[in-house]
């Protein structure tokens, strides 16, 4: 492309800025080539003119499109140059805080000063086994890479760490080696991987300090090499040191510190063991409180110390070694604190003989006092001449003395690092080594010493070895990919080197000056000046003589030569070396001897008689050491060659440490240091190298799927993608060179994707403009129809509507015409019936005006009579009054005498609840009564009402008729008499009305008197009732109180039973977690040695009672005694000697003796009552009826009949207990007890059996002869009555007589009847009675006792109450269940008595059919019993479910059922056959009372079980078929061991098969234990097969296809970890995943496993799968996009079809996919707005806060037309989520296993009816 295509308008640029380093900036108008101004407008909408210059200002960097800004990787982007790599940091460090990112080969990491939650194991697991670019950048993968390529290429690798101080390379490097020790661990018990992170405490607090730029700053080099087996695992370690700054121990600049350990000895100093150190505060030593500040913020000396002793003792340095070490260290702060006094010359000095740091210094150490006070102060000169000892000055001294602190401290570090090495070190082969190098970084400080110049000269070195390493990797990339090879320019230091290191460099130099006698820094540097001035590298500074510059690859550095040579020569006197020598402590002299016989290799013959002091008579000068000729510049470049040889045999890793700033703030970015370091580092070298040639690269198939939208339809039929993408980049780019095709991969020149990108988005905008053109389209035209539509619907009804409005006009004008004809018509009618009415009207008032004038005249005489009427009404109510309220006082003080009383009588009654019960209910029945009644009165009333009315109406018509004919008499006749008896007429007829009158008033105050009274009499009832009432809901509420309470205290009794169960969970969790250890420790117990498995049982007597419950056969206790027929069926079942001895048979019959007595007694009772009552009535025996005698004679002939079957029974017990007692006493032999036995069981047979039939016989036929003979009576009786008979005929009044007598008779014996039904109804009425009193009496007990628990319970507390409720509750559950029993066993004897009936009659018609010859003699009578005796044997004799072997033949049963077994072979019988079949041969052993054979069986079967398991450790079938069977045969020793609680669903024939003799409690246990073992290694093995397909299948396969979208990748995704000519995860499918998961539970379900332990399983690999993708998602920026949620979100929907087919959705399994389930909801849904940010919160409940933010800063956007989620969402996010509290997790726990429970499930399967296969080979198995 031009430079005018490229700065066009809107195109984004990158302009230098002073504050921050790059500016970005747009442009706003086109730009012509050549022009000198380019306008841009800043994002702060500023407007910039830039001014552009060939040399001086280029134009400005471009800024890569949205889409790439956050990349993983840097060579990702599509400009590569050092704004854009800043800028993509910056991005990635601000705002998802992200501190690792990947540049090429390099990981860049950024100390966030802040503890992350990204270094848990769960995190290592996650990274483990990974490929470099799946996940997002990180310390582990860089780990993992070097792990996989010393497997995979077998060479050993390198991990270069390095940085600045306070970059955080120390962190790096141990998260490295942890992430080792880790993955790598020891396959013995070594514990080598612990004792390697031990020596980092170790090293970290002798090695390092803090400074003004970190707290815990490495001040030496170290190379760590881990070494591995051929199994790659660790084996040891070996640590090299490089330059420890020894300068440290006597000076620190301010606010920097000393080592750490001095501090942490200082701060431990109170512990009994240190006070002979005589140590105080770090303060008062001068070695420690130069700094002026002895405390770091956030750290404990003293808990680090104690980890310090910790990792000592781990590595195995012993107690006294550890404190010799101590005593050193505390020597050299009492060493500084020495103070040396100058003498008056200026030229000597001395130290105070009572110098107590001295005297310290000289007692740890363990030297002469006088010697070291001497010699401190003193040195001794040798010439060839003579020797002599010359003064030393105050200063001299003091550099003496700290030149001998530094000296012993440097000792002492390479003695720990030496024993470090020694713990670490392994006499195994070492197969392959990875070495972690934690290297200072480039150093420039204002001023810059001999040991910034020895770290700059060591980076030079790595810096080169970088170089050609990356410029390595390049031309083999292109190489492997056929490109063709062009020499790319890279920046080559090897100058710079020679500068320092080659002959007559600077080294050189220096060593040569330190061998001048009287050699100077000054002299040194103008050698410098002299001989070097002509090197481009090297210049002379314009001010000062006493410095030289040296330009590194990094920066311009100045350093000076004050203190250059005395740091090289790092000299310390001999008289001083010597004194320590012959310290009287062994370490401390070793520390020095060691160092000796090292350096001194030239004469080994001198080091004999070191110790013995020989002058010759001319002394002769001492030969120089060579150690001591050796400079620290000579050693320091050694080792650094050995350590470049190390490296370049290595593959290396490059992890780059960069500080963000120097306040040592939190996630603070200052871009001016970043871009110091960056290119210090060479981060941005890589970049340019990778930029000068083709820097972007695209695989085949990406970028089709990329930049296929470029492409035309043509070109898509084309089937070879290779020529399809050929073809299309020739289309776009013309240019040949900016792109070039390799085998697999298209190479790109920088700036190339970004113009695809260009491309593919004008594309896009075009598609996107053409799409709104027609959608915006069809919007408008369906708009224009609507319109249309409405129109027309408008037109319409707008025609409607005038066309109703002319209908309505017509209409309302025919309604008019109608309305004025009827008006019309109404108003003529109105006034014909006005003037109607008014003609009415004058009618009327004439009539009654002369009507009135007659009543006025009547009226007169009427007042007068009702004047004497109510006068005398008056005087007699007045009279009537007085006596009835004399009366009424009268009443009224008796009455209220008695209502006292009852008063005082009801408050006692009414103190009960009985009372207000009964009264509440009464009040309520007489409420209605009265209710009635007055009803009923008010009824009455008015009925006389209207009799009063129909009477008063009649008179009045007399009255006025009487009146009438009154007149007409006056009118006709005026005789007076007839006048006067009207009027008599009259006034009596007045006179029965006034008396009417009166009744009625008397009647209506009597019934409004009883009114009131009844109405008051309602109103007391009523308040009464109201009372109750609220006494009654004061009750309600008190019992709902108490039962609200009740509730409460439940539900707080079930949330305690949920805790408990929590806890319950917990504990078994643990308990399953120990097992999983315990079989771990087991197989390395295997590995060793062979296990012994002896396990013990416990095992009851065989000779115990037959009562107990575990006794070999089952016995009866005395409370459950049967019947004879169950003793002697009890006999057969038990066998002859156990009979014999058990004496239940005994006691049955003896129950069944006295059960025949009580019945005896208790007939003999009812009996003589009857007799008794026969005598009281005087009943005489004609009376007696025939049903009553017969029933009378059947009784008694029944108690014969009982007595003498009693005498009977004693008899046979007597012989049986004779025929015992002999055999006891003469122990026959077995075949003689045999037939005693058979004698003694025939006679009780014969016996029980003839006693029945003769017992019914005699008592059927003696019942019949008593009938007969009544029968006979009575039939002569009226023989005798008929003969009789015809002497009455002869005469009419006998027969009259007779008659009367019979019809006498007849009425007295209905008399008699009558009585008797009375008396008998009376009986049973008073019965009835005395039980409903009785009733009554327990129910008031009841309530009482009621009363009284409710009164205890409300005294209690709530806690008591829910205790005393529940056992309440439990005892009456008891007694009911107790009651339950009674009547079981009732129904039960019934039945047997019932069997025992059925058994007689059978016997009976069989005899029927035996001929009458066969029953005649008793010899032939037993046969027949021993006949069907013998058969029943033969029924018991069937299978038994029991399998018999001989001992020999254990280990053949156990080889051919568990050892060769294959799940092939019974795949076909009854699952779980090896279960029952062992079970079977365990029946056998205790029924056969064996204890070893049962104990061996079990234990072999164990051992056994274990053994397989451990050989096909991997095998899913073999792990499936045996935790199948061991929880089977776990199952049926529960399901037959005999205890009820397991036998609640077993059949009558599986209870007969419990187990007999052996509690087999603790194999249970065992075996319970074993399954959990198995259990475990089932899923071990499950997800070991699943874990290489949950990536792949669940985020990466396309399940719907072209949905997810391609971005460009960085070098990571194109790394030799990732091998693409293997099958890789890639090509699992999400078919393939549950293809196998359906294989697993079919593999299961074959097997017979239980279907709750299937769905726990599943359960479990379901947590799995969300845990891996959780986790996967959680660290891979490539799949946090909108599709892969939408993949995600269908493929987990497959998942839960798959479980609702396979029935299993209740299995808890989909509960476990929640969290992945609202991670992919998270990354479909809007992230914008405030309402979004709420909506996040409500529907991530399954994810924590640190889970949602992750996902949320790692969201990506696959092109640009979608958003980046804001910072400011994600800070509304997290403050939402501040509430929650949630556990700071970030990464799911993989290896978390939920405990496994294994419910009981009793089999259906009768073992009598098994059949085992013959394919098995088990002949020698016998059935039982």
């Not at 090292?598 to 120089?624: F, H, L, M, Y």
């Not at 977690?1073 to 095992?1099: I, T, V």
């Not at 001895?1141 to 019959?1149: P, Q, Y």
């Not at 989520?1777 to 799911?1788: A, C, F, G, K, S």
């Amino acid at each position: 492309m031009s430079v005018n295509e490229l700065y066009s308008k809107y195109t984004r640029v990158w302009i230098p800025d002073p504050e921050d380093v790059w500016r970005a900036a747009e442009i706003i108008k086109d730009y012509k080539e050549g022009e000198p101004i380019l306008h841009l407008k800043l994002e702060d909408e500023s407007l910039l003119e830039y001014r552009i210059g060939l040399k001086d200002n280029p134009l400005p960097f471009l800024r890569n499109p949205d889409i790439l800004v956050g990349e993983n990787d840097l060579t990702a982007l599509s400009y590569l140059h050092e704004p854009a790599v800043l800028h993509n940091l910056k991005v990635r460090f601000l705002e998802p805080n992200h501190i690792y990112t990947y540049c090429g080969i390099v990981l860049v990491a950024i100390n966030p000063y802040d503890q992350l939650q990204i270094y848990g194991e769960e995190v290592i697991n996650a990274y483990s086994g990974q490929n470099m670019g799946d996940m997002d950048p990180h310390i582990f993968a860089v780990a993992e890479e070097a792990y996989k390529q010393m497997a995979r290429d077998e060479r050993n690798q390198s991990i270069i760490v390095s940085g600045e101080s306070g970059a955080g390379k120390t962190v790096s490097a141990k998260y490295a080696m942890r992430f080792f020790a880790t993955v790598g661990g020891s396959a013995n018990d070594t514990n080598v991987e612990e004792k390697v992170l031990a020596s980092s405490p170790i090293m970290e607090a002798i090695g390092n300090a803090k400074t003004t730029r970190n707290d815990n700053s490495s001040r030496f080099g170290k190379y760590i090499q881990i070494g591995f087996d051929r199994r790659y695992h660790i084996i040891g370690a070996n640590m090299r040191t490089y330059l420890l700054e020894k300068s440290r121990v006597v000076f620190q600049a301010e606010d920097e510190r000393n080592y750490h350990i001095f501090y942490q000895l200082c701060a431990s100093t109170s512990l009994p063991e240190f006070k002979d150190l005589a140590l105080t505060s770090a303060e008062e030593f001068i070695f420690t409180s130069q700094g002026e500040n002895i405390f770091i913020e956030g750290v404990n000396d003293a808990e680090d110390f104690k980890k310090t002793r910790e990792a000592f003792t781990l590595l195995g340095v012993k107690e006294s070694n550890q404190s010799s070490i101590f005593r050193i260290i505390a020597s050299i702060l009492h060493l500084g604190n020495v103070e040396i006094c100058s003498e008056r010359d200026g030229d000597s000095c001395h130290i105070s003989r009572n110098d107590p740091h001295l005297t310290h210094f000289c007692r740890l150490l363990g030297v002469e006092l006088e010697q070291m006070e001497h010699w401190l102060c003193h040195r001794k000169l040798v010439t060839t001449s003579e020797t002599y000892v010359k003064n030393m000055s105050r200063k001299q001294a003091a550099n003496a003395r700290d030149a001998l602190a530094k000296h012993i401290y440097a000792h002492m570090f390479d003695w720990i690092v030496e024993h470090v090495n020694k713990s670490l070190h392994t006499s195994s082969k070492q197969h392959s080594f990875i070495g972690v190098l934690d290297i200072y970084g480039f150093e420039t400080f204002e001023i810059n010493s001999f040991e910034q110049f020895c770290i700059n000269y060591a980076n030079e070195k790595l810096q080169q070895q970088f170089n050609q390493h990356v410029f390595k990797l390049e031309q083999e990339e292109y190489m492997k990919e056929q490109i063709p090879w062009t020499l790319i320019d890279f920046y080559d230091n090897q100058p710079c080197i020679d500068l320092i290191e080659a002959k007559l460099g600077i080294l050189d130099l220096l060593d040569e000056e330190c061998k001048v006698p009287k050699g100077t820094d000054q002299n040194w540097c103008q050698k410098l000046y002299d001989r070097l001035s002509s090197s481009v590298h090297f210049q002379k500074p314009r001010m000062s003589n006493i410095s030289f510059i040296i330009i590194h690859f990094a920066d311009k550095v100045e350093y000076q030569c004050d203190g250059f040579l005395e740091k090289n020569r790092d000299t310390v006197y001999e008289e001083h070396i010597n004194i320590l020598k012959a310290s009287k402590f062994q370490l401390v002299a070793d520390l020095f001897q060691d160092s000796n016989k090292d350096g001194s290799s030239s004469t080994s013959s001198s080091s004999k008689s070191s110790r013995i002091n020989v002058r010759s008579a001319k002394p002769t000068p001492k030969v120089p050491n060579k150690e001591h000729r050796k400079t620290v510049g000579h050693q320091f470049r050694s080792s650094l060659h050995l350590l470049m040889e190390t490296l370049n045999a290595t593959t290396p890793h490059y992890v780059r440490c960069i500080k963000p700033n120097d306040e040592k703030e939190a996630f603070s970015f200052d871009s001016r240091r970043a871009v110091q370091q960056l290119r210090a580092c060479g981060v941005l070298e890589t970049i340019r190298i990778s930029a000068a040639g083709y820097p972007s690269r695209w695989t085949y198939p990406d970028f089709f799927n990329r930049y296929r939208v470029l492409m035309k339809k043509s070109d898509m039929t084309v089937g070879d993608k290779k020529l399809v993408c050929r073809n299309l980049l020739e289309t776009l780019v013309k240019d040949p060179d900016k792109f070039q095709f390799g085998k697999t991969k298209i190479f790109f020149r920088a700036g190339q994707v970004a113009y695809l990108e260009k491309l593919r988005a004008d594309k896009f905008r075009s598609a996107c403009i053409k799409i709104q053109k027609t959608v915006r389209g069809w919007l408008q035209r369906v708009r224009y129809q609507k319109i249309r539509k409405s129109a027309i619907t408008l037109q319409r009804f707008g025609r409607g509507y005038m066309a109703r409005r002319l209908a309505e006009h017509l209409r309302l004008t025919r309604t008019a015409v109608i309305c004025q004809k009827q008006y019309r018509m109404v108003r003529e009618r109105r006034d014909y019936l006005r003037v109607r009415q008014a003609i009415v009207t004058i009618q009327a008032f004439t009539r009654g005006m002369f009507t009135r004038r007659i009543f006025q005249e009547f009226l007169l005489h009427h007042k007068a009579m009702i004047i004497q009427k109510h006068v005398r009404g008056w005087l007699t109510r007045r009279k009537f009054r007085r006596a009835r309220n004399a009366a009424i006082t009268i009443q009224c003080a008796y009455r209220r005498m008695r209502a006292k009383r009852e008063l005082k009588q009801l408050k006692i009654e009414a103190r009960s609840a009985q009372h207000l019960k009964k009264l509440n209910t009464g009040m309520e029945n007489k409420i209605v009564q009265l209710q009635r009644k007055m009803d009923d009165q008010t009824k009455d009333l008015k009925t006389q009402n209207e009799q009063l009315v129909v009477a008063k109406a009649s008179l009045g018509s007399e009255v006025n008729k009487l009146q009438k004919e009154l007149e007409t008499m006056r009118s006709r006749q005026g005789d007076g008499s007839q006048l006067t008896s009207l009027r008599e007429e009259l006034e009596k007829l007045r006179a029965e009305l006034q008396e009417a009158h009166a009744h009625r008033k008397k009647l209506e105050e009597e019934h409004s008197n009883e009114k009131m009274g009844l109405e008051q009499r309602v109103e007391e009832l009523e308040r009464e009732n109201a009372m109750l009432k609220s006494e009654k809901e004061k009750m309600n509420q008190r019992i709902l109180h108490h039962s609200k309470s009740t509730e409460d205290q439940e539900s707080s009794a079930s949330q305690s039973v949920g805790r408990v169960q929590a806890e319950l969970d917990e504990e078994r969790q643990r308990y399953q977690n120990l097992l999983r250890e315990f079989s771990r420790l087991e197989q390395r117990y295997d590995n060793l040695q062979e296990a012994k498995f002896q396990p013990g049982h416990r095992r009851n007597n065989s000779n115990q009672s037959s009562l107990e419950s575990d006794s070999n056969y089952p016995s009866v206790s005395t409370s459950e005694v049967g019947d004879t027929d169950d003793a002697i069926q009890l006999v057969e079942e038990m066998g002859v000697e156990k009979a014999a001895m058990d004496i239940g048979v005994f006691m049955k019959l003896q129950k069944r003796v006295r059960e025949l007595e009580q019945e005896r007694k208790r007939l003999q009772v009812n009996l003589e009552k009857m007799e008794d009552q026969a005598k009281r009535k005087g009943i005489e025996p004609k009376t007696t009826s025939a049903q009553e005698s017969a029933d009378l004679a059947y009784n008694s002939l029944k108690r014969q009949e009982l007595e003498s079957e009693n005498k009977k029974l004693k008899n046979d017990l007597n012989e049986l207990r004779k025929a015992i007692a002999d055999r006891a006493s003469k122990n026959s032999s077995s075949n003689e007890l045999q037939d005693g036995y058979n004698l003694l069981l025939g006679q009780l047979k014969a016996a029980n059996e003839e006693l029945d039939v003769r017992k019914e016989e005699v008592l059927i036929l003696r019942t019949q002869i008593v009938t007969a003979a009544q029968q006979k009576e009575k039939e002569t009786t009226n023989h005798i009555e008929t003969n009789n008979l015809p002497e009455w005929t002869n005469s009419k009044k006998p027969i009259d007589k007779e008659e009367a007598l019979r019809a006498y008779h007849g009425l007295c014996e209905s008399k008699k009847l009558l009585e008797a039904q009375l008396q008998s109804q009376a009986r049973k009425h008073e019965d009835e009675l005395e039980a409903l009193h009785t009733q009554i009496e327990l129910l008031k007990d009841d309530i009482e006792k009621k009363q009284e628990m409710l009164n205890h319970t409300m005294s209690l507390s709530p806690e008591a109450q829910v205790e005393y409720s529940i056992q309440q509750e439990i005892t009456r559950l008891t007694n009911d269940n107790l009651d339950l029993k009674e009547l079981v066993e009732k129904l039960e004897k019934n039945e047997r008595k019932l069997k025992k009936q059925l058994r007689i009659y059978m016997k009976k018609v069989q005899e029927l059919e035996v001929s009458v010859t066969a029953a005649a003699s008793q010899s032939t009578t037993a046969k027949p019993e021993l006949t069907r005796q013998v058969t029943v044997q033969r029924r018991e004799k069937d299978f038994e479910g029991m399998l018999e072997y001989y001992k020999e033949d254990e280990t053949l049963l156990v080889k051919t059922l568990i050892t060769d077994m294959k799940p092939q072979a019974v795949s076909a019988t009854v699952p779980c056959l090896p279960a029952y079949i062992l079970f079977m041969c365990i029946r056998h052993a205790d029924y056969i009372n064996d204890d070893q054979k049962v104990h061996s069986l079990l234990t072999s079967t164990i051992n056994a079980i274990k053994k397989v398991l451990k050989k096909n450790n991997d095998d899913f079938e073999m792990t499936s078929f045996w935790l199948a069977n061991t929880s089977r045969l776990l199952h049926c020793l529960k399901q037959y061991s005999g205890d009820e609680s397991f036998m609640t669903q077993n059949t009558a024939k599986q209870n007969e098969h419990c187990l007999k003799n052996f509690d087999l409690a603790e194999y249970r246990q065992v075996l319970s234990d074993l399954s959990i073992q198995i259990y475990q290694q089932l899923i071990k093995v499950a997800e070991h097969v699943m874990q290489p397909m949950i990536v792949s299948a669940m985020l990466e396969s396309e399940s719907i296809p072209s949905l997810a979208g391609v971005k460009p990748m960085g070098y990571r995704n194109r790394s030799s970890s990732m091998d693409k000519d293997e099958e890789g995860p890639g090509s699992y499918t999400l078919e393939a995943l549950i293809r196998q998961l359906g294989q697993f539970h079919g593999v299961m379900g074959e097997h017979g496993l239980d279907p709750e332990i299937a769905g726990q399983v599943v359960r479990q690999l379901f947590y799995s799968i969300n845990a891996v993708t959780l986790n996967n998602l959680l660290l891979r920026k490539d799949v946090c996009s909108w599709s892969t949620g939408m993949q995600l979100r269908y493929n987990i929907s497959q998942m839960e079809e798959w479980l609702r087919g396979k029935n299993l959705h209740q299995s808890g399994a989909v509960v476990n996919l929640e969290p992945v389930i609202q991670a992919a909801q998270l990354l479909q849904v809007k992230k914008k707005t405030s309402q979004d940010a709420e909506a996040i919160c409500s529907l991530c409940t399954a994810l924590t806060m640190q889970q949602i933010v992750k996902i949320l800063n790692l969201y990506t956007p696959l092109n640009e037309f979608e958003e980046r989620v804001t910072v400011s969402f994600i800070r509304n996010i997290q403050n939402r989520l501040q509430e929650r509290n949630d556990v700071p997790m970030l990464l799911v726990d993989t290896k978390h296993t939920f405990p496994v429970l294994f419910p009981y499930t009793p089999s259906a399967l009768s073992l009598e009816t098994l059949h085992i296969p013959a394919n098995l080979s088990l002949d020698f198995l016998t059935r039982v």
